[in-house]
């Protein structure tokens, strides 16, 4: 766990996520993986990336941890810092989409096995 956000994730946290009406845990354990953001009555995790995350090796780590978590069922929605910082508006339009479908979108996956 960090011990302070990045400058992205305090933008995020305090021009919108914290005014929402729902709770929203930062820095939220799950798994053994630190979420950045939770919404556990939507089980929509929030990931804010920086430049760390585009190596291959952190690709690889982030596409792994992302499908142990949602093979629980959760969501994982992931942003970058620019989308955060010159985006904001967008990014939290894409944020509010989410929160309002009446139903979760399927996880990769989960049509096969409703058959």
Known sequence: ???SPTPAERKLWYEFLQHLPLRVRRQCPLEGYIADFYIHEHRLIIEV???GHF?????TYDAHRTL???SLGLRVVRFTNDEVTYRFASVCTQIRVILL???RAPLPGE????D
């Open 101 to 103: 479908l009446p139903e």
């Open 55 to 59: 190596t291959e090796e952190a690709q």
């Open 111 to 114: 049509l096969s096995r409703r």
């Open 49 to 51: 990336d920086g430049n």
């Open 1 to 3: 766990m960090r011990g």
């Open 68 to 70: 142990i978590l949602e």
